[in-house]
């Protein structure tokens, strides 16, 4: 689903990539490197609707684009590599580490034979609610059980009762998704997205269970990929809840907790955390300073930005630089990686933090 707001991007990007402002400008505003966020890495086709489909790469243009990157000067590292990298007063090679959120499947099956071709160091963030089936991803549920909807409306029963959504034709299953994950994100309370989100899917007819084995590696898989060299294990909270959400307290259980259970099923305990969602409304300086006290070197957002030298003071708000699939385009990420589109999208300001 593509909406005007990616084709003005798509415009700006094809404008600035067929312009010199990139190649102009990244020697001031590159920085010491970046942090690439990636989700799922997957040739297999998504729904009709691709409303998910910012989240999915394919294992092709994975590969292509570590090749293109290392051609262009970047080392690929890993995570804790990275972060020493940031505290060294003076150091020449650009570095990138790549990021994947939320424990897919798909990172043992597609895209982990790439890392293993290309040498690359990564890092997967484990939220074991998501892994153990405690809670659901929902946005992954909504656009299935949108798409499997056979009749001609569905029902979700929240805590002030059940909501019919319109599925009559494909605009109006277009409109329920986007109604259904306004309601989920910000009417519902993160701790009953998980029984509304399956009353959902039952109400399509949909097995959700099935659904999340298929989509998400179980703990066997996370030990096995996790045995690898290449990979780190981080945190991602337990539920994946958005933390400005929840009460203080509650953040800071979700945060230790999650090292905690980490620890203890796969007997090391992260040192790297990212912030479920990590958008402003999701994660800022309250998150930053749990995330701290909480022992952990670094914490994640997915605010937009290159890594520069003054993030060694913020290393609890990182920004990242969103592998798109519905932007795949290496020009696009050149133009990214040269730091221009962090001053576009970040009202002028060069580091980016919360």
Known sequence: MIDGKEKLRKLVFKGLSLSRLPQLFKPFLGGRGAILMLHRVTSEPGTKFGFNDNLAVDPEFLDRLIADMKADGFEFVSIDEGIERMNYEADSDRFAVITLDDGFKDNLLEALPVFEKHQTPFVIYIAPGLTGGAVEPWWELVEASVAACTGHKLEMT???????????????????????????????????????????????????????????????????????????????????????????????????????????????RPRHLAYPYGFRSAAGKREAKLAKEAGFLSALTTRHGVIHDQHVSHMHALPRISVNGRFQNLDYLKTMLSGVTTLMTNRCRKVVTV
């Open 158 to 268: 929240t805590p002030d009762g059940v909501v019919s959504f319109d599925c009559s034709s494909d605009d109006a299953r277009v409109q329920a998704f986007t109604e259904i994950c306004t309601l989920l994100s910000e009417e519902i309370a993160e701790q009953d997205q998980v029984a509304a989100v399956r009353s959902l899917a039952e109400s399509a007819g949909f097995d959700y269970e099935r659904f999340r084995r298929d989509l998400l590696m179980d703990w066997d898989d996370i030990r096995t990929i996790a045995a690898n060299p290449l990979c780190t294990i981080g945190a991602h909270t337990v539920h994946h809840y958005n933390l400005k959400r929840l009460s203080e307290d509650e953040a800071r259980w979700e945060m230790t907790q999650s090292a905690d259970l980490l620890e203890e099923i796969l007997g090391e």
